[in-house]
């Protein structure tokens, strides 16, 4: 095939896509290591905008760990993990604000606009769209998520704009809460009725082996259990996918795990037939899964 007639296929291939896209909802979470790199922030941000101007209404919600990590550092305090969840003191909470809220929210913010986008940056406090409860006293504060205010979201998406989610709660009496950025999204999905969440990570997609690197490429939600049984599905990997099961059961039927790593890997998961990743269900049977029997 010459030059201009692979091109031409390209876009045929996604002419389906588009159809099916059109005017629907879609979440992106967007963080961890996948966030470091100047160059691949750009071209996720660039698919964002390609979302919107293709006629979708893409909505990025964002973590911010590593930053967050940065700034605990700098400042000479601890950084503690029980479960995938940070611990968050007083103190933590306040730099979880400054830095997902000032410093990463405002930074996707310009760059979306910069490049021709028009994007709003919230947090979960903004107009209680995050209302949540504590989640344990040995974890401090870390927020449950048990209301989502979407309306406010879904009035910047129908009117236009770009709304860009950090992953702050509060529990409408002016207390923050620290939430995990996956289940921030896949909440957040479910409440504006999504077509499709995709989360993007900084591996190639749910692994048997990570060593090996060979991914999963469909999971069907009744397998999750005895994956994180025999051992499969652990540190991170387990908030990724109990935000993808909690969100397939709340009646998102398209959610994906992909390599944030891999330049454009939204435009591959939405628009190409092979798609990327790990694509999370419960209308097939798993695909590429090796059970330890
Ligand atoms: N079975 C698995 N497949 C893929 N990654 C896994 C698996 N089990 C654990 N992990 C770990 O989970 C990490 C992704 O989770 P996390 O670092 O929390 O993501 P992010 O910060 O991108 O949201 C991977 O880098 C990998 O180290
Ligand atoms: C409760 C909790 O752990 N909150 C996360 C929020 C940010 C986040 O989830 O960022 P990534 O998506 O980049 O990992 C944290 O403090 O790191």
């Known amino acids: 095939m010459n030059d201009v007639a692979s091109k031409v296929a390209t876009l045929m291939e996604a002419m389906p896509y588009l159809k099916k896209y059109a005017g629907k909802v879609i979440v992106i979470k967007y963080g961890g290591n996948a966030m470091i790199n100047e160059e691949l922030k750009a071209a996720v941000l660039q698919d964002v905008v390609m979302l919107k101007l293709l006629g979708m209404k893409p909505v990025l919600s964002h973590g911010g760990g590593p930053g967050i990590n940065k700034m605990l550092e700098k400042l000479d305090i601890p950084v503690q993990f029980i479960n995938g969840l940070r611990y968050t003191s007083a103190d933590i909470i306040s730099v979880v604000e400054a830095v997902l809220i000032g410093q990463v929210n405002s930074e996707l913010v310009g760059r979306i606009n910069a490049i021709g986008g028009e994007a709003v940056g919230l947090s979960g406090i ?167 029997k």
Not at 194 to 216: H, P, Q
């Open 126 to 292: 903004s107009a209680n769209i995050y209302k949540c409860v504590q989640r344990s006293e040995e974890l401090g504060f870390v927020g449950d998520i048990v209301e989502v205010n979407a309306a406010p979201v879904q009035a910047l998406l129908d009117a236009g704009y770009i709304p860009v989610v950090a992953p702050v709660g509060t529990d409408g009496n002016g207390q923050s809460f620290n939430i995990n950025g996956d289940t921030a999204a896949g909440k957040l999905a479910s409440a504006l009725g999504a077509e499709k969440l995709m989360l993007l990570t900084d591996i190639e997609g749910l692994c048997n082996d990570i060593k090996i690197r060979d991914v999963i490429s469909y999971l069907n939600i009744a397998d999750v259990q005895g994956l994180k049984d025999q051992g499969t599905i652990a540190g991170g990997m387990i908030p990724k996918v109990d935000c993808c099961v909690q969100t397939i059961e709340e009646g998102v039927t398209n959610v994906h795990i992909i390599d944030g790593r891999k330049p454009h890997s939204i435009l591959y998961e939405a628009f190409t037939n092979e798609g990327i990743g790990t694509t999370v269900g419960k209308d097939q049977p798993s695909v590429g899964i090796k059970w330890n």
